[in-house]
């Protein structure tokens, strides 16, 4: 073995001994911190603070949840990634977060295969392109008609740059022979509230926050990313319908930890969630969003994160995509 990589190896095996393996009565009734990475409003807020309450129930403990915004995710994911392993800083991963993000940005400071552990994925959801009821069209085909008719004209906003609702929307227009203007915000809850007051014509966003405006008629739906049509909204087509496959992805927000976490931490958080899940209250809240509930196992979660990332990064060549 060459010098150099002996001394890596031997400071590969003292941080691995200096990492705890095992936390004693983790959570100890100390408070554990779930960073979304997202402004209030989003998506990730929605799902972390359904979860927070029966989390620490399940664990015995107080689950807070702060957002840390901006970066399209990347500054909480950072700090979630940065956290000391003890299960007391853990955060919500999102495929913006570890996929989209860091498939189009190269100065993404974290590396979303290695730099976490990944716990469960709580819940997929939809996504869905919609509009201010003053835009000019209210099904797919008028919509279609219009951006094509107006390249230039319009913009859209996202919860980020680099999050899906940018790459989805940057593919949509790839596909369609279209052009809007992007305007990321710092989370989808700031970016609905523009969109809603007309400031921005329309968005890309995940389901469980666009669903409260859409059915209050203050946003309208004109395409959805789903396997099916969904049952709230029977009268708008997916992507794959309209020809678009490769934007009918869903989104996918779970917890993860900072690399090195003790693998006891994971079992009693994982566990955590199972049973978190398990309660119909629970479900039906996630599920009321529009969301599939999942709750997979961390070595599931891992794969899926993997895969995802990969997904993302096919599309950025494919499509040629680029930060603005
Ligand atoms: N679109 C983001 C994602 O899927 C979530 C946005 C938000 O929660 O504000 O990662």
Redesign the pocket.
Same mark, same amino acid.
């Given at each position: 073995m060459k010098r150099r990589s002996w001394i890596a190896a031997a400071t590969g095996v003292l941080a691995a001994l200096a990492a705890p393996a095992f936390a004693q009565g983790y959570p100890n009734n100390k408070v554990i911190k779930l960073t979304v990475p997202?402004?209030p409003g989003?998506?990730?807020?929605i799902i972390a603070r359904v979860m927070s309450e029966p989390l620490g129930k399940a664990l015995g403990t107080t689950v807070i949840v702060e957002n840390k915004a901006g970066g399209g995710?990347a500054v909480g994911a950072l700090d979630t990634a940065r956290a000391t392993p003890d299960g007391y800083t853990l955060g919500i991963a999102?495929?913006?977060?570890t996929a989209a993000n860091p498939a189009i940005n190269p100065k993404i400071p974290y590396n979303p295969v290695t730099d976490f552990t990944p716990i469960s994925n709580i819940a997929a959801t939809p996504n869905v392109i919609a509009v201010n009821p003053a835009f000019p069209a209210k099904d797919y085909k008028t919509f279609l008609e219009v951006l094509k008719k107006n390249p230039g004209k319009y913009s859209y906003s996202s919860?980020g740059t680099g %999050?899906? *609702?940018h790459l989805q929307m940057e593919l949509f227009k790839a596909m369609s022979g279209t052009f809007v203007t992007h305007i990321p915000y710092r %989370?989808? *809850?700031p970016a609905l509230n523009d969109t809603v007051a007309g400031q921005v014509p329309m968005i890309f966003d995940?389901m469980p926050s666009a669903l409260p405006f859409i059915k209050e008629g203050r946003l309208v739906p004109i395409v959805v990313a789903a396997p099916q049509r969904l049952k709230e909204l029977p009268n708008v087509p997916t992507f794959k319908e309209v020809g678009l496959e490769p934007v009918n992805r869903l989104?996918y927000y779970g917890i993860v930890g900072p690399k090195g976490l003790p693998k006891d931490v994971v079992d009693k958080v994982h566990a955590a969630v199972v049973k978190a899940l398990q309660d119909p209250a629970v479900r039906k809240r996630i599920e009321e969003t529009g969301s599939i509930v999942i709750g997979n196992s961390p070595d599931q979660f891992a794969a899926q994160i993997k895969a995802e990332f990969d997904v993302y990064k096919g599309v950025v060549d494919k499509a040629k995509l680029k930060l603005d």
């Open positions: 997202f402004a989003g998506t990730t807020d995710g999102t495929v913006s977060t919860s %999050g899906i *609702g %989370g989808a *809850g995940n989104a």
